[in-house]
């Protein structure tokens, strides 16, 4: 079984940068492809950036092109998200995804494991 556990959201002024990051346990992850995905209020968990576990490539969603980069640390078992330039408009909670076997990086149905979610904020 594999934990996600995020932190690293909080309140911040547009324009400004965080970095998430998501730790898991009970099982090695540099094999699982692992993403980022948002859920603001009213509206439908969305994909965010995602990572490969066969090759390292990475994927994202052009809503934050440009802006966000995913990365991983295989030793750490962890994987980020740093968040730049962010907008009023990025203000979600932010999950944590992780999948051994996936077609579709940016399909969250594809997606075996998540996190509890940070909140993120962006004033104005």
């Known amino acids: 079984q594999v934990q996600l556990v995020e932190s690293g959201g909080g309140l911040v002024q547009a324009g400004g940068s965080l970095r998430l990051s998501c730790a898991a346990s009970?099982?090695?992850?540099?094999?699982?492809?692992m993403a980022w995905f948002r859920q603001a209020p009213g509206k439908e968990r969305e994909f965010v950036r995602a990572?490969?576990?066969?090759?390292?490539?990475?994927y994202y969603a052009d809503s934050v092109k440009g802006r966000f980069t995913i990365f991983r640390d295989n030793a750490a078992n962890t994987v980020y998200l740093q968040m730049e330039n962010l907008k009023p408009e990025d203000t979600a909670v932010y999950y944590c995804?992780?999948?051994?076997?996936?077609?579709?990086?940016?399909?969250?149905?594809?997606?075996?494991?998540w996190g509890q979610g940070t909140q993120v904020t962006v004033s104005s």
């Open positions: 009970g099982r090695t992850l540099n094999r699982y492809s």
């Open positions: 990572i490969s576990g066969s090759d390292g490539r990475t």
């Open positions: 995804a992780a999948s051994q076997s996936i077609t579709d990086h940016s399909s969250k149905n594809q997606y075996n494991y």
